[in-house]
């Protein structure tokens, strides 16, 4: 079954403590980025990668790192957590160009909080 | 640049009444539109999306979109809605650039649909 798989789906943590939220498709998808979901903010991009070994920001990059070593995975790696990161993320990808329609594939998101 | 504004937070529906959802953007460039569905506790599911052609684009569950360049809006429509319609819309949009990377999203819809 094509997808986006996240790890792990529910995560609560302290300030400091670093983390990585895994993201994970088996679609062979050269983009992917990771959005967070906020209520009344609806979902803002924090990085995205256009294939392995590039990355670039998004609109809320602060406080985050992902790295893309593989095609199929694409980590979110947060060093020291704080509570304005408690949030909603989704990870997302898309095949290259018009092929694929320009269809974003979203994850089932994962939940964090901070404390 | 894009931005993107849902113009109701909440929309409170009877089953079988139909429903718009009113989307409209802003931007200097080209754009392709999008409608993602987020069922509660679940990923963003794509709706409906405009990419060119025909300004009535029909997608999943019975929704359909209207692309009106002039107004630059794109709302979401159902003649009949639903129970299992309760759900936050979203309504999205990416510049030709950035399509397939990057999605500016609105705060989203809460559509409840009662009996």
């Known amino acids: 079954e094509a997808q986006v798989t996240q790890n792990p789906r529910y995560l609560i943590t302290v300030t400091g403590k670093k983390l990585t939220v895994t993201c994970s498709q088996n679609m062979n998808h050269e983009y992917m980025s990771w959005y967070r979901q906020d209520p009344g903010l609806g979902l803002r991009q924090i990085y995205y990668s256009m294939n392995v070994e590039v990355t670039d920001k998004g609109d809320v990059p602060e406080g985050y790192k992902v790295s893309r070593k593989e095609k199929r995975n694409f980590p979110l790696i947060l060093e020291s957590p704080s509570p304005n990161q408690t949030s909603l993320y989704f990870c997302?990808?898309?095949?290259?160009?018009?092929?694929?329609?320009?269809?974003?594939?979203f994850g089932p998101g994962t939940r964090l909080t901070v404390t | 640049a894009q931005s993107v504004t849902q113009l109701d937070s909440q929309v409170p529906v009877f089953e079988e009444a139909p429903v718009e959802l009113r989307c409209n953007y802003s931007s200097s460039v080209s754009v392709y539109l999008f409608w993602y569905v987020q069922y509660p506790n679940q990923g963003l599911q794509l709706l409906l999306k405009?990419?060119?052609?025909?300004?009535l684009v029909k997608g999943i569950n019975g929704f359909e979109a209207e692309f009106n360049k002039s107004q630059t809006s794109f709302h979401l429509r159902k003649p009949s809605v639903h129970i299992s319609d309760t759900a936050e819309y979203f309504c999205a949009v990416s510049g030709f650039a950035q399509a397939g990377t990057a999605l500016i999203f609105g705060k989203g819809t809460t559509l409840s649909v009662s009996s």
């Open positions: 997302a990808s898309s095949l290259k160009g018009p092929k694929g329609r320009y269809e974003q594939y």
């Open positions: 405009y990419l060119s052609g025909s300004t």
